[in-house]
């Protein structure tokens, strides 16, 4: 239907769609403000004390994302110290990891420690605002902050971050502008940690990526016996997996990767540039407890600072430059749109489409 005839049916539009502030009180999470988004067949959480980040997502009455067992963390933007990240990570639809390390926490010959995933997660954003507005024929809903990541006599990094969704679209679109402020090149590593949890994630669901070349991070991942493309039933304390893929993309650069279960009927899928996005890894967990699959695009490896430094390619960002990032995250239904995300793939990997091994 057009803006006429929508309007025609309803009171307030809040009956269809709706962004909302609201403020948690109970718990890890008391005093979190949250912003609420909802389109009509998507709803979602956007933490406004955590980076803007997204913690849920739901499609139509059904979670599409994980949420790990510390739930959502408070207002705590310092607990980044080696591996107590894994007592803060929310998991959630995505969250931001960056800009000073990405990966497991690293301490350079001087012993300054970057922290695993780096601090941008766990910051607070500030000029936070929202709308839901009719443009044209679209009735969109957007919100917008800033979210910095700074020290005295040290760095001084700026996120603009900006969500927008479509009344009666399955998608959300993330545009992402990174600015140095400062008078120093800086490392920016950046990367869109995606989690993907139960019921979306079961033994009925597979992993549709286009992948030309896939590599185990390490002994943990090249011991998993199960292909990296399958999900299993979750078992006790099994050891997570991660693997390094390098994508086949369209000659735009534009590329996916999806989560799909036919037997649900419904696919997570995330939509970016391999110019931007130059690596892609997977994280694997059938864990009990812990079940979980990350899909991550990502300007530079898991691996870590360290590996980029011993390498001499750290992806820098000089003085009032500005970088802008893209994602969009949607979800199809149905056994043919899950059957044209295979095709796709296929597609892809057959017509080759190479980007270069990093």
Known sequence: MNRSETLARVGSMKQLAYVRSVRHEDGRAAGMRVIEMKNGPLRLAAMADKALDVAEL???GTILSFTSKPGLGGRNPFDTHGLEAQRSIMGGLFFTCGFENIGAPWADAEGREYPMHGRIRTS???HVGYDAAWEGEDYVLSVSGEVREAELFGENLLLRRRLRTRSGEAALEVTDEIINEGFRDEPMMLMYHCNVGWPLLSESAEIVIPSIRVAPRDEAAARDE??????QAPVPDKPESVFIHTLAAEPDGSTFASVANPELGIALVLEFSVEEFPYFMQWKSMAAGDYVVGLEPSNSSILGRGHHEERGDLHILQPQASEVKHLT???VEGREAIARLRRRRD????RG???PVL
Request: hydrophobic share 40%; glycine share 10%.
């Open 329 to 331: 995250v949607s979800a």
């Open 353 to 355: 489409g190479i980007r």
């Open 124 to 126: 607070p954003a500030e």
């Open 58 to 60: 739901e499609y139509s």
């Open 226 to 231: 199960a292909d990296w493309s399958t999900v």
């Open 347 to 350: 597609g892809l990997v057959r």
